[in-house]
């Protein structure tokens, strides 16, 4: 039985895409003393929460209050894993962004650090920008990073703020590249382009790509790190179980830049469907910040020990799309 089993553990953003998969994950360990906050809102993302075992839920906004008046309101924790945040990448409102995604963090650390509790957080690989200054999660030269969008800069803020506190010493922030998978249902326009495409094929028989605007990359052979949920959740819960003590920054994704014509030959061979591809103008104001590779150096995570195989692209998008999206189902359904 895994060590978190016997644990008291907090999952912020617990009933998101990544969230509820590392609730499942858990689930799998054992573990169900599992406090859930999440912001569950108007959409159809608690659905997410049906078919997993918690201890409680509790709404972020009342959780970061209570325990703003009483550290102590909901016990002692072993291990925070907070994935909470605004991860829009087109969120125009910045003091939100602010307020969210960095002041909440710095809380929420601080809270983690002061009651000896492991705290695993979501930093992302938006903060990385277009990619010219590297994806290198081995250098400490983060000031050098620059986000394409304000998304990114939240999350770099408070990388940054833990660098400086010395807080990056004792925590892990985890990068997550290009993530697929089940439970991703309600994200609407930040879903998956297997998501997506499932629904388009499905619809249409035929599935819509951006061109490409430079000259170096052929329409279709943009490329993407492309890394499935259950993969994304053993290697955070990693930090928890097999490396208890790492610390710093760390870039979570397959290791392998996938085009998105490889990716589309999966979805399509998935659904048993002839390919059908249809390049379409990419929109005037994501030209700038558009990332046309992406491909994560994993070699820091498989340093801590992380041994697991990554599941192949073609694997990962067959369980996706056979054994939940054609069935309709859930993770732990």
Known sequence: MSSLASGRILVTGGAGFIGSALV??????????????????SDEKWKNLVALKFADYVEAGDFRARLAADPKAFGK???VFHLGANSATTEKNAAHLIDNNFNYTKELAAWALAQDARFVYASSAATYGDGARGMDDKSDD??????????????????????????????????????????????????????????QINTTGRLKLFKSHRPDFKDGEQKRDFLYVKDTVEMTLHFAESAPTAGGLYNLGSGEANTWLALAGAIFSAMGKP????????????????????????????????????????????????NYMMLGKKLGE
Not at 143 to 172: C, E, T
Not at 301 to 308: D, P, V
């Open 142 to 199: 983060l000031a050098a990073l620059r986000p394409l969008n304000m998304y990114g800069y939240s999350k770099h803020l408070f990388d940054l703020y833990a660098q400086r506190a010395g807080w990056l010493k004792h925590i892990v922030g985890v990068k997550y590249f290009n993530v697929f998978g089940p439970n991703e249902d309600h994200k609407g326009d930040m879903r998956s382009l297997v998501n997506k495409a499932f629904e």
């Open 24 to 41: 499942w994950a858990l689930n799998q360990r054992g573990a169900s003393d599992i406090v859930v906050t999440d912001l569950l809102g």
């Open 275 to 322: 390919q059908n591809i249809e390049f379409i103008e990419m929109p005037a104001e994501l030209r700038g910040k558009y990332q046309y590779f992406t491909q994560a150096d994993t070699a820091k995570l498989r340093a801590s020990g992380y041994a697991r195989a990554m599941t192949s692209l073609a694997a990962a998008v067959r369980d996706y799309v056979q």
């Open 77 to 79: 924790f072993t291990h």
